[in-house]
Structure formats: C-alpha cells, structure tokens
C-alpha cells in the first residue's frame, strides 16, 4: 500500500532563518507531488507541484520554492522566512484520481 | 473557470441531523469531484468522490449529489454524530491537480 511521509510535525523558526521541509512516497512509482498550504480556518492554497523528477510548477509567487530531486522526493524550502510564511504546509500525492495528503507540518514563523 | 465555490463557510447541525454542503464549478472539462474531510492538525482524507457521468453515489452515511447542466455538487450526511464535526473540502480534478473548495467547518451538537 501507499504511504507519505512528512515531517516535521512542528516547526517554530525565526524570520529570516532558511526552511526545508520533506515529502516522501512509498509504495508507489512516477506520482504527482503537490505542496500546499492552509492558513488557519482557511482553504487549501496550492503552492507547488510535481508531475515528475526535476519538473516543478509554481501557483503562486512567493518566498519559497520546491524542488524533486527523486522520484518519491519533494522538498519545499526558503532561504529567508517571513512572517507570512506561517502556516499548515501539506504534501500530497496524486495517481490518476484521488490526491493523499501526509498528516502537515505546521510552521510557526516568530 | 478554475474556481471551485463551496458554501456555506460554517455548519453547525444538532446530532441526527442531515448537513447539506454545496459546490458549484464553471469548467466543464472537471472530470472527477472528491470529497475530503480533515480533522483539526492532520491533513485531509478522502471521504468520497463521484465522476460527472453518475448522478448520485453513496457510501454508508454520506452521500454526494451531482447536478451536471446546474454545474454542481453536493454532500448530505445522514444521521451525522458529534464525530463527524470536522472541516469538509469539495474539490475538482482539472488538468494535472486538484481544484479545492474554500472548506465548510461543520459542527454536529450532541
């Protein structure tokens, strides 16, 4: 069966500082990768996504990028947080219909 | 064209009650219409998805109604309990991702 890894669960970082966060994907080949993000008691805002290794497409303009350096390897990272880099962050897999979301990290910028 | 609209924004339905939660779309090469619930700190789950072919499809307590020349799509839980109280998301499967609604918070009242 299909598995997603995602961690950390909780990131306090100060502004300015860098970001990595990582994704993985077990169990299955050649998936599409997203990144989002969910602003408390809001929606899903897709940031980034994947349909193979090297292949990133971006949704929004913003402080942060992502890169796929493997297959079932998705990396979201900045160079210098900000404030309004808080947030739920969400790594999804995608295989023809259904998208499976990891359990988030949630990242506190201060 | 891309949108997904989702109402209402909030629910809150005694225990037994049916909540009724609505998304309407525009882009007509939608193909396939998911349903996520997400529970405070994890991520979204799938709970059920219908394609546009079908008018109706229901999985024990949860059932989705899919209008296609209204363009829209439903979620009605039957004889909800406090434990379905949980952010619901509809979404839209467009060209290679995903298309989130802005999420309804539901409330079911012991």
């Known amino acids: 069966s299909q598995t997603i890894h995602q961690w950390p669960a909780t990131l306090v970082q100060p502004v300015g500082s860098p970001l990595s966060l990582e994704c993985t994907v077990e169990?299955?080949?050649?998936?599409?990768l997203y990144w989002y993000r969910q602003a408390a008691g809001r929606g899903l805002q897709l940031l980034f996504y994947s349909v193979g290794i090297g292949q990133i497409s971006s949704e929004v303009p913003q402080n942060l990028s992502a890169s796929r350096p493997q297959d079932r390897q998705f990396i979201l990272s900045s160079k210098k947080l900000l404030l309004s880099d808080s947030g739920f962050y969400l790594c999804?897999?995608?295989?023809?219909?259904?998208?499976?979301f990891g359990q988030g990290t949630r990242l506190t910028v201060v | 064209q891309q949108q997904v609209k989702q109402s209402p924004q909030s629910l809150i339905v005694q225990k037994g009650g049916i909540p009724i939660i609505n998304c309407a779309y525009e882009n007509t090469a939608f193909d396939y219409f998911p349903w996520y619930q997400q529970f405070p700190g994890k991520g979204p789950a799938l709970l059920i998805a219908?394609?546009?072919?079908?008018s109706e499809k229901k999985e024990g307590r949860f059932t989705i109604s899919f209008n296609k020349s209204a363009k829209q799509f439903s979620l009605h839980i039957m004889d909800s309990q406090p434990g379905d109280s949980a952010t619901y998301f509809c979404?839209?499967?467009?060209?290679?991702?995903?298309?989130f609604g802005q999420g309804t918070r539901l409330t079911i009242n012991p």
């Open positions: 169990g299955t080949s050649n998936p599409n």
């Open positions: 979404a839209a499967r467009g060209a290679q991702k995903l298309v």
């Open positions: 219908i394609r546009p072919d079908v």
């Open positions: 999804a897999w995608q295989q023809n219909t259904e998208a499976f």
